[in-house]
């Protein structure tokens, strides 16, 4: 049975059982232990119960360790958020989610989850800074919270090893984020020898559906340097997916993933007489994906991917696909991928190795599909080396445009290029085609589309090529009734 699905049939059993008995717990201090606190609350409410926060508390502060729900319990924050803070040096996440093989369902509503930092140096790789979901049976249902400044630990000195996954959120079960925030987060870098972790702000292992919700800012960790004295030796790679990272099933509705970044790449041999390339900057500023992920009126706009590292013989390449990094299952839906860039575009142009694919690079056996979908103004860095594909980089796969407007894109920070790579499109416009090869019906190449501000605002202009240029025919499209800007996606009996 899908995993999600599952979910939610727990999910109405829990509804089932609140109605019946069930108590409500109310805390009365900010302290981190003692009568009337939310740990003194976990520990006495059984499952079915409901824990809520007097009005006067607005910060619960933690300096003892984590909070631990093992059973299936309602979390109600007040109006203004209620925050979880970890309020001292002690490095701990803020709350682990573990039904201990028992499946439970915890519903959180208007809660702030802050400042949640695992161990550094720890033996193994502490994953989850803010919220840890490691029980692969149970469900969490977020709603209007926000999951910010949390920091997964850096690596041990010890080769092998690697930073934190999961700066904001690491999960393994079934989640489900509506209307929330993950901003600020960090991943923990690598240090010698080690790599840095990955999904700052989300590292997933399981299922999760987001709605309405925002990921901005965070940042992986940089990779680990090595330095190997009269020896060759490679820097590290910074960490990937600077806002997600998913292994599993991935879907996004109506939500904003903007000015994420990946960690730079590690040096190497430096001050020594090695011969060391630096370490690649980290892949997929806004989502890597090995998985299976879906996109449905989204932004994927301003994300960076890491500079590679220093090195005696060479500078590492940047971290490549700023907005979208794929290597297995991916579609957009009525989505904006725009402004993102390889690397650090203010740098010399004699430095280093630029990534490919500024807005998304994919190279994978199964499809990337883009359905009433823009992807302009992304750019690869200007370098020593000229990235591929500003838009689009297609190494391998199966990859269909439908209905789609690609233009606008850069390599070299200045030399136009939309695609690289190969792509069936029907019904869409492609600026430039010089790199690409194109295959399918009724698409409008080499030809500008008319955007209101190039760079800025991708609606069209009445005299735009694009409108009423779409498929007529939306049989399986799967287009949502309304366009991003929440108008009648089809006028006129037209797509544009």
């Keep these: 049975m899908n995993r999600f699905i599952l979910s939610v049939i727990l999910f109405s059993l829990f509804a089932t059982m609140q109605s019946h008995g069930q108590l409500i717990h109310i805390v009365t201090s900010s302290m981190d232990n003692g009568p009337g606190t939310l740990r003194s609350a976990l520990s006495i409410a059984v499952s079915g119960d409901t824990i809520k926060f007097d009005n006067s508390i607005s910060q619960v502060n933690l300096t003892s360790g984590q909070l631990l729900i093992d059973k299936s319990l309602f979390l109600q924050g007040n109006p203004a958020n209620t925050r979880l803070f970890r309020d001292t040096t002690a490095e701990f996440r803020i709350l682990e989610i573990n039904g201990n ?80 925030a993950v901003e600020g987060n960090k991943c923990g870098e690598g240090q010698r020898f ?59 509705t109506e939500s904003e993933i903007i000015g994420n970044i990946t960690g730079v790449g590690g040096n190497a041999s430096v001050g020594y007489h090695g011969q060391g390339s630096g370490g690649r900057g980290g892949n997929g500023a806004a989502i890597y994906n090995t998985g299976s992920c879906s996109l449905v009126s989204c932004k994927i706009q301003f994300n960076i991917t890491g500079e590679g ?128 090869v194109i295959s399918g019906t009724a698409n409008i190449t080499g030809i500008d589309p008319q955007f209101m501000l190039d760079g800025y605002n991708f609606r069209l202009r009445a005299v735009s090529p694009a409108i009423n240029a779409g498929n007529p025919d939306t049989t399986g499209l799967f287009l949502p009734l309304l366009d991003i800007d929440k108008k009648n996606r089809i006028l006129d009996a037209r797509v544009d």
């Design 309 to 436: 590292g220093y090195g005696t013989v060479s500078k590492g390449v940047s971290g490549s696909g700023a907005g979208i990094y794929n290597l297995s299952t991916f579609t957009a839906n009525n989505s904006l991928i725009t402004n993102n860039s390889t690397g650090n575009i203010s740098l010399s142009a004699s430095e280093g190795y630029s990534g490919n694919g500024g807005g998304i690079y994919t190279n994978s056996l199964f499809d990337l599909r883009l359905v009433n979908s823009t992807i302009s103004a992304n750019i690869t860095s200007k370098r020593k080396n000229i990235g591929s594909g500003g838009g689009m980089y297609v190494k391998t796969g199966n990859v269909a445009l439908v209905n789609s407007i690609v233009s606008g894109n850069f390599v070299n920070g200045t030399t136009p290029e939309d695609i690289a790579g190969t792509v069936v499109a029907d019904y869409s416009l492609i600026h430039n085609t010089q790199d690409a």
């Design 101 to 180: 093989g028992i499946p439970v369902v915890v519903r959180i509503h208007n809660l702030e989850i802050a400042n949640g930092q695992t161990l550094n140096e720890s033996e193994e790789p502490q994953h989850g800074g803010g919220l840890l979901i490691s029980g692969s049976s149970d469900s969490v249902w977020m709603n209007s919270c926000f999951i910010s400044g949390n920091q997964t630990g850096k690596s041990r000195f010890s080769p092998g090893g690697s930073g934190g996954d999961g700066g904001g959120i690491y999960n393994t079960g079934v989640l489900t984020l509506n209307n929330c």
């Design 194 to 252: 080690c790599l840095s972790g990955k999904g700052a702000g989300l590292f997933n292992k399981g299922s999760v559906r987001i709605t309405q919700s925002k990921f901005l800012s965070n940042i992986t960790g940089k990779g680990g340097d090595d330095w190997t004295p009269d020896g060759t030796s490679s820097g590290y790679a910074g960490g990937d997916g600077g806002a997600i990272y998913n292994q599993q099933d991935l879907q996004i």
